[in-house]
């Protein structure tokens, strides 16, 4: 399975949850989705919103491979922290979708698994024009989630 990871879940990002996710993911390749990144503010710190747009812009993050590590107990476990509900689609903050990135290296269209806003987006969320979420944090100087 493909995951492309673009927000608190990056490797490097100090988040708990990614420093167990990377344990079980190949190295990964820079990429890019089409549409709009938005940052959410939460009490605990900020984490972004990715919004699938064909006409959009770019959202860059990384393609990573999952290794035999990885079961379906961990989808569970990524489900659970990006708030998707599988069975009950219309309450999750995110959902996990099937999605085309391209890849920057070889330019190459892969198929990958990633999580997107389930929500509206509002005024209280700040478009990220770059589409780099870790960039935002580093130019606003905002805590990541």
Not at 92 to 97: G, M, N, V, Y
Request: charged content about 20%; hydrophobic content about 35%.
């Amino acid at each position: 399975m493909r995951l492309f990871l673009y927000g608190t879940l990056m490797e490097g990002s100090g988040n708990p949850t990614a420093a167990w996710l990377h344990d079980r993911l190949e190295p990964g390749l820079q990429a890019y989705a089409l549409g709009r990144l938005y940052a959410v503010e939460d009490p605990q710190g900020w984490y972004p919103a990715f919004v699938p747009d064909p006409s959009g812009g770019r959202v860059f993050g990384m393609v990573h491979e999952t290794t035999s590590r990885f079961d379906m107990s961990c989808l569970d476990v990524l489900d659970a922290y990006e708030g998707y509900q599988p069975g009950s689609p219309g309450q999750s903050e995110f959902l996990r979708q099937l999605v085309s990135v391209r890849l920057i290296e070889s330019g190459h269209l892969v198929e990958v698994q990633v999580y997107t806003w389930a929500n509206a987006v509002t005024e209280n969320q700040v478009e990220i024009a770059s589409g780099d979420f870790a960039r935002f944090l580093y130019q606003t100087r905002r805590r990541s989630y």
